[in-house]
T-cell receptor, first 111, second 118 residues
Framework: GQQLNQSPQSMFIQEGEDVSMNCTSS?????WLWYKQDPGEGPVLLIA?????ELTSNGRLTAQFGITRKDSFLNISASIPSDVGIYFC???????????FGTGTRLQVTL | GAVVSQHPSRVICKSGTSVKIECRSL??????MFWYRQFPKQSLMLMAT?????????EQGVEKDKFLINHASLTLSTLTVTSAHPEDSSFYIC??????????????FGEGSWLTVV
């Protein structure tokens, strides 16, 4: 199925550093969602974005819905070891609420 | 926030048998639920859209007779893997669209179910 372009594919950072990842698409989406998935578990919703240009924060996480509605970014400030995991963006379009997933960004945090 | 629960979290079955996985929305009604399959180190791949009271809509390449989906109530969808084979071993995840009060276009996921066919 269709997937969004998500980058970077993986990141190795030190504790305390800031992280930035983004998703781009050739298609327009009505909603952008960011999830974190720990090994062996289902994705957990981090941030939901509903309007173009919207900037939303959730603790140390900040995400923005691109003006063109074709992209979104997620920033994590002052990373900590428990931020380790795989982060997925997902775009929603239409009334069926089908998700198109990004390819994922694997985050590793070293002490 | 909205909670989606899956059961069982892990199941091992013999080749040729069938296994059922349940997906429940615990604190909201979900007219639409989705079933995904995820291979190691890969993203989630949508298998089918489960609609309450009607037949599921399957993605291209997904065998509807092998992966039976039933959405009998607004809080429960089931995925039955029939005549399971080792290649069906995977991580299966369901999701549900949140209703009023949760952000109608927000999707919440279950914890996932590991299926191992031996």
């Amino acid at each position: 199925g269709q997937q969004l372009n998500q980058s970077p594919q993986s990141m190795f950072i030190q504790e305390g550093e800031d992280v930035s990842m983004n998703c781009t698409s050739s298609s327009i989406f009505n909603t952008w969602l960011w999830y974190k998935q720990d090994p062996g578990e289902g994705p957990v919703l981090l941030i939901a974005l509903y309007k173009a240009g919207e900037l939303t924060s959730n603790g140390r996480l900040t995400a923005q819905f691109g003006i063109t509605r074709k992209d979104s970014f997620l920033n994590i400030s002052a990373s900590i070891p428990s931020d380790v995991g795989i982060y997925f963006c997902a775009g929603v379009t239409g009334t069926a609420s089908k998700l198109t997933f990004g390819t994922g960004t694997r985050l590793q945090v070293t002490l | 926030g909205a909670v989606v629960s899956q059961h069982p979290s892990r199941v091992i079955c013999k080749s040729g048998t069938s296994v059922k996985i349940e997906c429940r929305s615990l604190d909201f009604q979900a007219t639409t639920m989705f079933w995904y399959r995820q291979f190691p180190k890969q993203s989630l791949m949508l298998m089918a859209t489960s609609n309450e009271g009607s037949k599921a809509t399957y993605e291209q390449g997904v065998e509807k007779d092998k992966f039976l989906i039933n959405h009998a109530s607004l809080t429960l969808s089931t995925l039955t893997v029939t005549s399971a084979h080792p290649e069906d071993s995977s991580f299966y995840i369901c999701s549900a669209r949140g209703g009023i009060g949760t952000g109608g276009n927000t999707i919440y996921f279950g914890e996932g179910s590991w299926l191992t066919v031996v």
